[in-house]
């Protein structure tokens, strides 16, 4: 035996041995480049094939391809060996035992503020209203001037809010987001917008310095007071489960002409429940709507006054409190 077939012997057991103990698929690709590749071992033996004499060069490559062939045949049963075992792994790691109890997790509640504007949402969505959002940080305005609040107007002390440093404000009703509805959308127009206003009020029992309103507005040819008494009777009735006594006290607004609380006879005692009146022919000039051929009505309430009054919760900040004995009841 020559040198060279020597040497292919000896690289055939010590290759088929390193294959026997590997055990990962990126080791063994890297011994399949290590005796196989380019610039493998066997390549480098066959390097010195020419030294040898044309009669020898055919005994040694035949001895090579030999080589060749028990080293990749080894490595192919290698590689199906460790994908089979690398997949009975994964299937062992990842096996459920559906016998098993799940992992318990308490299911949430809605919280009472929550539930009370979804209930509300719907009401006025059966009703044909659409529901429109807007910013909380307004411009005066969209929050005042173009509601028919000019800047000395003395309506904005029973609103005062928080001014930032830009010049903006944390709205203090969602009537903005009329404003910015009508100038998007001609008539005619039948929105509710829920969301969250700021005042700076003194929080106590009844008053937060943070609050959730819902306002609805319909702007439409000949549009009467009549009209919005009978939305808000129905809306009520739908609200509290039952029809209801309802008075209208004459009110102002400045952006409502007349203007009305509403009353509804709850428990036996008057409750104030909303504002409400017809908009306004200065706000529809505003937007670009002619007051002489459209008519509207807005409304507006609050909504943590209605879920104290549904759920007969006395103090305004156990709604705020997140203590867990209160909203647990919910």
């Not at 062939?69 to 459920?96: F, G, H, M, V, Y």
């Not at 004459?250 to 409400?276: K, N």
């Amino acid at each position: 035996m020559s040198d060279l077939e020597q040497q292919l012997a000896t690289l055939q057991a010590t290759a088929l041995d390193s294959i026997s103990q590997v055990q990962t698929l990126e080791a063994l690709e890297q011994l399949r480049v290590d005796y196989l590749g380019k610039k493998g071992e066997i390549s480098k033996i066959l390097g010195g094939m020419g030294k040898l004499s044309a009669e020898e060069r055919p005994a040694i490559g035949a001895a090579a391809n030999v080589v060749k062939d028990a080293i990749q045949a080894r490595l192919d049963r290698s590689k199906t060996d460790l994908q089979t075992a690398q997949i009975q792994a994964q299937l062992a790691a990842e096996t459920l035992d559906v016998t098993m109890p799940g992992v318990y997790r308490p299911q949430g509640r809605i919280h009472p503020i929550n539930s009370t504007i979804d209930r509300m949402v719907d009401i006025f969505v059966g009703m044909g209203y659409t529901v429109a959002t807007g910013p909380e940080m307004e411009t005066d305005y969209y929050n005042f001037e173009a509601l028919n609040t000019p800047p000395d107007h003395p309506a904005r002390d029973m609103q005062d809010t928080f001014y930032l440093p830009d010049g903006n404000l944390l709205r203090t009703h969602t009537s903005s987001v009329q404003i910015h509805y009508m100038e998007e959308n001609e008539p005619p127009i039948r929105i509710i917008s829920p969301g969250r206003c700021y005042r700076r009020d003194t929080v106590d029992a009844t008053h937060s310095a943070v609050f959730h309103q819902i306002e609805i507005l319909a702007i439409a040819p000949d549009l009467t007071f009549t009209d919005l008494k009978g939305t808000i009777k129905e809306f009520l009735t739908q609200a509290f489960g039952m029809e209801l006594p309802i008075r209208f006290r004459a009110s102002y607004f400045p952006f409502t002409e007349p203007s009305a609380e509403v009353d509804v006879q709850w428990q036996g005692r008057w409750l104030e429940i909303m504002g409400c009146g017809m908009v306004d022919p200065n706000v529809l000039t505003k937007v670009g709507h002619d007051p002489e051929v459209y008519s509207g009505f807005a409304a507006g309430f609050g909504v943590e006054r209605l879920a104290m009054v549904l759920h007969q919760i006395d103090d305004i900040r156990k709604l705020y409190g997140s203590d867990l004995r209160f909203l647990r009841q919910f």
